[in-house]
């Protein structure tokens, strides 16, 4: 480095070395530059429409926040939210709305803490134990559900979703205050500065009297119960459960919290970089969708951006370091 | 062991010239500078931090130099890579050995060939590392197709320094050889080193235990903090108070904020005590006793199972016997934040993977032992804040970087707050584990200031440390283990540097002399001891008595008045022909013991009824003989 000014940076570089001020930026950059493409981007409706696609990926990716940060993995989200959506199909047949919606984000919490305890007590690989749980999760989804997707939810249900305030859509602003009581957890609570020691160094964290068993469990059981709040707002709007819902959603979620900055050894990142690494992701859909983009190509198209996001990253800290 | 044979005007093999290397915030080496002639031992000296392991890997290609020029053999050396040093010949035998566990010694010492293109042929490696051995004096010492893992610390090292041979090294650097070594292990060593040096290998001999310093090198370089102070002076022109001086740059007496051994006798009641602790394999039998207002030393090897005893007292590692009493109250410390709660704080040995949390803060892993007791949903930082002021000032901490990385701190800084880390919850009971390790010496005449201080106000501090120049100077008592077991309970100011390293052996090392005390015991119907002598008290390293024989009160690992003996008349007049005490009519006579080296290795006597036959003292010099070379050959087959 030439310059001598790395012990005390200006104002532009110490804002340019957060993270998420770079994500940041570059989510304002897709957004200028599908604005430029297509003239219908920025229209309310359209921004709208962001925003309630961002809900069910954005819900789950707050819980993998949590697992990614203690330095673990969930891969089971997708397969869990499959299952509690048969769940919650199921109990609506014979419960109340609000009770049969508790019975499927229970019954995600319960998978969840049963990941959590192989993982935290017993010391199994996060991946391997996430990876079967995917496997079980979508497979009682197909056997509870008879192999096809379940009807008939009340049309009640819907008002979840459709209800607004102050012209906002209640499960907008769901996401937001899940995100704003997600960052006030991990930022201001004993629970959530214990989740970031654990995956930044689980063995000080011990020594220092943190509850490193208890903090290791909780971010699955959030994972799970999240998977099933994620998949009961789509539910919601389809007024269908389907045993194949949240196919590859595990997928997603790890790339907006990547994006957003985390590490996958845990440790660092954080909720607000998770908001713009879903809103990243749901607006490249979006604007790709937009222009017409086939489905096939927005695959490789998403891919693409997650690993140059990730590259220049890379680049960046490395320039940053010498 | 000086080199006659070596003309003055050598042409140095190795010139390292002001080379300089920065680390984030620490500058290591600033103007380094080294001069290494083919044929001789060169010591290169400095305090913890000084910046002798940093010029080795530079000059062994494991990192690179910011600025400065190296010269090997007349040529310019600017090794990239330990391979581009290997293939010019320069090889490090490091301090934790770069040896692959799972595969065979014969592997090991051609790891390097390995990655090199062709085909191997095992025969031929068997050759070659057969005759590397017998190169260095040691045929058949090492089983060539065991696995590296089951090897022991020495073993390691010969194949370390064989595989070095096996690329025809020429430099090779030694760093702290001699660190988990017992004496008759250190004692092959430096024969190994004197026939390299005879074969016209230069060899930088990393160190900084002065005994071992006179004893095998030719030359010292003296560093202190990343600078040369003293460059190639003949060690013999030397005395340890010049090279102390030069390696602290004052008189030591200064950086120990001298606990002043008479406050021993104000050390208050018993806040901790320990009996019997055992965490199999590594800790078998530990006990000792913390006074309010003292600091102890757990001395001993490298190995002994001293940071492991604390981490199970701790419940960093699990336990399986012992009880644990604070203020004479047996506490269950089944988690870590047991212990905390019960108001004890442990300072772990590895600062990077046990104590730093890298991604919070500086403020965050100030207050994460805090937050660990603290109950409550929240942090509780608030109302910490007061005492956490309190203790940057008290520390010399900065504070106006709580909210950087810790990891941009020095060594030194970094211990100081993780030292405040404990203070903040206001400990009766402080472990610290090597507290200095990695510390500049400014800072650690601090941290020794601090822990002064927390002893002062009634805190018990325990203080783990393999220097044991830094556990004399700054504990009031120290508690030596060996193989897992505490073996003795000593007042500092009766110790020196020699007794402790002859306390601390390993127990495999003094078996033999054990065997040899009961032997005698037994044909002579005698009381046999073996102790260190001193003008009016003695320290017991074993003791061994027949059926029937006269019971003096010594034990192993305990201090006595010569009054307090029963035998204060044969210990006054140190006489290998028999005394007999005036009033009890004991026999006793003693013979003093040295080793190969001429080290005082103490006093091995017999004491007997009246009327009893007691041996010659060549008798017992023959016995003592042969249990010296049976320990070499122990030291073989290990």
């Known amino acids: 480095m030439s310059d001598a000014s790395v012990n005390r940076p200006s104002g532009v570089r110490r804002l340019t070395r957060s993270l998420e001020v770079r994500m940041l930026g570059l989510a304002l950059l897709i957004a200028v530059g599908l604005s430029l493409l297509s003239p219908y981007f920025l229209t309310e409706n359209n921004i709208f429409n962001i925003l309630d696609q961002s809900v069910v990926i954005g819900i789950v990716a707050v819980g993998m926040t949590f697992v990614i940060l203690t330095g673990g993995i969930d891969l089971s989200v997708g397969s869990v939210a499959g299952l509690t959506g048969i769940v919650l199909g199921l109990a609506l047949q014979e419960l109340p709305i609000p009770v049969a919606i508790l019975v499927a984000v229970a019954s995600g919490a319960f998978i969840g803490l049963l990941s959590g305890v192989l993982v935290a007590f017993f010391g199994l690989a996060p991946f391997v134990v996430t990876l079967g749980m995917m496997a079980i999760a979508r497979s009682l989804a197909y056997i509870f559900s008879g192999q096809t997707a379940i009807s008939g939810i009340p049309d009640a249900l819907s008002g979840i979703v459709y209800t607004t305030v102050l012209g906002i859509p209640a499960n907008v602003i769901f996401l937001l205050l899940l995100y704003l009581a997600a960052w006030g957890y991990l930022t201001y609570t004993k629970g959530g500065r214990t989740i970031y020691a654990i995956g930044s160094n689980r063995e000080a964290a011990r020594a220092a009297g943190l509850n490193v068993m208890f903090y290791s469990i909780l971010p699955y059981v959030i994972s799970g119960a999240l998977a099933a709040v994620a998949i009961t707002f789509s539910i919601a709007q389809i007024l269908s459960a389907d045993p194949l819902a949240g196919n590859q959603m595990e997928l997603d979620a790890i790339a907006a919290v990547v994006i957003g900055g985390a590490s996958l050894a845990g440790g660092r990142g954080s909720i607000i970089g998770t908001l713009i690494g879903v809103l990243i992701m749901v607006m490249i859909r979006n604007g790709l969708n937009l222009l017409g983009v086939s489905p096939f190509w927005q695959g490789s198209a998403i891919g693409s951006i997650i690993i140059l996001a990730l590259l220049a990253e890379r680049l960046f800290n490395w320039r940053a370091s010498r | ?638």
């Open chain 2, 1 to 638: 062991m000086t080199n006659p044979a070596l003309p003055e005007d050598t042409p140095p093999a190795l010139v390292a010239r002001s080379v300089s290397k920065r680390f984030g915030s620490t500058q290591a080496l600033s103007d380094a500078s080294l001069e290494v002639r083919r044929g001789e031992v060169h010591g290169l000296l400095g305090a913890n931090g000084a910046g002798k392991s940093t010029l080795s890997r530079i000059i062994s290609g494991h990192v690179a130099r910011d600025s400065g020029a190296l010269e090997y053999r007349g040529k310019t050396l600017s090794p990239r890579s330990t391979r581009e040093a290997l293939d010019c010949g320069i090889a490090l035998v490091a301090q934790e050995t770069s040896l692959a566990p799972d595969l065979s010694v014969l592997e090991n010492i051609f790891l390097p060939e390995l990655g090199r293109s062709g085909r191997l042929s095992f025969p031929d490696m068997r050759r070659r590392a057969t005759a590397i051995l017998a190169r260095l004096g040691r045929d058949h010492a090492l089983p060539l197709d065991r696995e590296v893992r089951s090897l022991s610390a020495a073993q390691r090292q010969l194949v370390e320094i064989a595989k070095a041979l096996a690329l025809n090294a020429d430099l090779m650097i030694f760093d702290e050889p001699t660190a988990s070594l017992s004496p008759a292990e250190v004692e092959l060593l430096f024969e190994i080193i004197g026939r390299l040096r005879d074969a016209g290998h230069a060899l930088i001999f990393v160190s900084h235990r002065l005994e071992e310093v006179f004893s095998i090198t030719d030359r010292v370089t003296i560093l202190r903090e990343g600078r040369t102070v003293a460059a190639s002076l003949g060690t013999a022109s030397l005395t340890q108070a010049d090279i102390i001086r030069h390696m602290v740059g004052r008189e030591l007496g200064a950086i120990y904020a001298t606990p002043g051994l008479d406050r021993a006798v104000t050390a208050g009641a018993p806040v901790l005590e320990v009996e019997n602790l055992s965490a199999r394999p590594l800790v078998r039998d530990v006990s000792f006793t913390l006074r309010k207002g003292e600091i102890l030393g757990i001395g001993g090897l490298i190995g002994a199972g001293r940071s492991e005893a604390m981490e199970a007292i701790f419940a960093m590692r699990p336990r399986d016997g012992g009880t644990i009493r604070l203020n004479g109250r047996e506490i269950a410390i089944r988690r870590p934040i047991d212990a905390i709660r019960n108001g004890i704080g442990f300072v772990a040995e590895d600062r990077r993977a046990q104590n730093i949390v890298p991604d919070l803060n500086v403020r965050e892993n100030l207050m994460l032992a805090h937050l660990g007791r603290h109950r409550g949903f929240g942090l509780g930082y608030r109302q910490r804040q007061g005492r956490v002021a309190e203790l940057l000032s008290q520390l010399g901490l900065p504070t106006d970087r709580m909210d950087a990385s810790l990891l941009t701190f020095s060594g030194g800084m970094q211990q100081k707050v993780i030292i405040a880390r404990w203070l903040l919850i206001d400990p009766e009971v402080l472990i610290l584990d090597e507290p200095t390790k990695g510390v500049d010496i400014g800072t650690r005449s601090a941290i020794y200031r601090i822990l002064r201080d927390i002893a002062d106000q009634g805190v018990g501090v325990v203080v783990i440390s393999s220097d044991f120049e830094e556990l004399l100077g700054v504990t009031e008592r120290v508690v030596v283990m060996s193989d897992g077991m505490t073996i003795a309970d000593l007042p500092t100011a009766i110790l020196t540097e020699e007794k402790l390293t002859l306390l601390a052996a390993p127990r495999t090392s003094t078996r033999r002399n054990r065997a040899l005390l009961e032997a005698l015991a037994q044909e002579y119907d005698a009381f046999a001891w073996w102790a260190l002598l001193e003008d009016r008290s003695l320290i017991c390293l074993g003791a061994a008595a027949a059926v029937g024989a006269p019971a003096l009160d010594l034990r192993a690992g305990e201090a006595r008045e010569h009054g307090e003996t029963g035998i204060p008349a044969a210990l006054a007049a140190r006489s290998e022909g028999v005394v007999t005490e005036p009033e009890s009519g004991l026999r006793s006579m003693m013979v003093a013991l040295r080793n190969a080296r001429g080290h005082d290795l103490g006093w091995v006597g017999l004491t007997a009824a009246d009327g009893r036959p007691l041996p010659s003292a060549d008798r017992i010099r023959a016995l003592a003989r042969d249990w010296q070379t049976d320990t070499h050959a122990q030291g073989d087959a290990a």
